[in-house]
C-alpha cells in the first residue's frame, strides 16, 4: 500500500531531550516535507526537500533539524526540545511539481 | 506569506452549495486544496497549476485565476461526507515550499 509512515505517534518528552520523529514514503517520491499544526495557525512549513541531500527552510525552521540521505527516509530532530514545540507534526511527500501531497497519519508531540 | 482563505466558516444542508476562496499576495505557480476531517490527516483534492485549466471531479471543482492570484473551491449538491476543514495550499517557483491558509470549516447538516 501506498503510504507515509511517522512514527511515533505519540510523544512526551521532557524539555531538552534530544528526539526524532522518523518519515518513510513507499512511493519513490522526490518531495518531502515536514509540517506542524496548532489550533488557529493551520499547517506551517518547517522543512522541505527537493531530493536527496536537498533541504530548504519552510517558515518555522527555529529548533528544528533535518536530513535526506536516502530517498523514502526525512526524519525530524529536535536537539533540546521546549515546551512551544508541542504540537501535531505531519511528514508529506510528493511525485513532483505537478501532483499533491500524501500525508503521513501525524505524531502529536508533547513537550514538558 | 500565508495565503488568505474566506470564509473562515461555512455551515450548509445538504444539497446545498459553497465557495471557499484563496488569495495570495505572491506569483503563483500551483495551488492546491487539501481537506482534513477532525483528528486526521488532510487529504489532497487537486492541484491547479499556471496555465493550465479548471479542475474537478464528481461534484468538487476548483479554478486558478493567476493573474489575480486567487483561486476558488466550488462544492456543489454538499453531502455530509463533505464536513471537515479545507486549506489551500499556495507554492511558487520553488514547488517544494507549499504554505497553505489558516483553512475554512465546512459543516454539513442533514
Known amino acids: 500500500e501506498a503510504q507515509v509512515t511517522q512514527n511515533p505517534r505519540y510523544l512526551i518528552t521532557v524539555t531538552g531531550k534530544k528526539l526524532t520523529v522518523t518519515c518513510s514514503q513507499n512511493?519513490?517520491?522526490?518531495?518531502m516535507s515536514w509540517y506542524r499544526q496548532d489550533p488557529g495557525l493551520g499547517l506551517r512549513q518547517i522543512y522541505y526537500?527537493?531530493?536527496?541531500?536537498?533541504?530548504d527552510k519552510g517558515d518555522v525552521p527555529e529548533g528544528y533539524k533535518v536530513s535526506r540521505k536516502e530517498k523514502r527516509n526525512f526524519p525530524l530532530i529536535l536537539e533540546s526540545p521546549s515546551p512551544n514545540q508541542t504540537s501535531l507534526y505531519f511528514c508529506?511527500?510528493?511525485?513532483?511539481?505537478?501532483?499533491?501531497?500524501?500525508f503521513g497519519s501525524g505524531t502529536r508531540l508533547t513537550v514538558v | 506569506q500565508q495565503p488568505v482563505q474566506s470564509p473562515q466558516a461555512v455551515i450548509l444542508r445538504e444539497g446545498e452549495d459553497a465557495v471557499i476562496n484563496c488569495s495570495s499576495s505572491k506569483a503563483l505557480y500551483s495551488v492546491h486544496w487539501y481537506r482534513q476531517k477532525h483528528g486526521e490527516a488532510p487529504v489532497f483534492l487537486m492541484i491547479l497549476l499556471k496555465g493550465g485549466e479548471q479542475k474537478g471531479h464528481d461534484k468538487i471543482s476548483a479554478s486558478f485565476n493567476e493573474k489575480k492570484q486567487q483561486s476558488s473551491l466550488y462544492l456543489t449538491a454538499s453531502q455530509l461526507s463533505y464536513s471537515g476543514t479545507y486549506f489551500c495550499g499556495t507554492a511558487g517557483t520553488s514547488y517544494g515550499k507549499l504554505t497553505f491558509g489558516q483553512g475554512t470549516i465546512l459543516t454539513v447538516h442533514p
Open positions: 526537500s527537493m531530493n536527496v541531500e536537498v533541504t
Open positions: 512511493m519513490n517520491h522526490e518531495y
Open positions: 508529506a511527500s510528493s511525485r513532483d511539481r505537478g501532483n499533491g501531497y500524501t
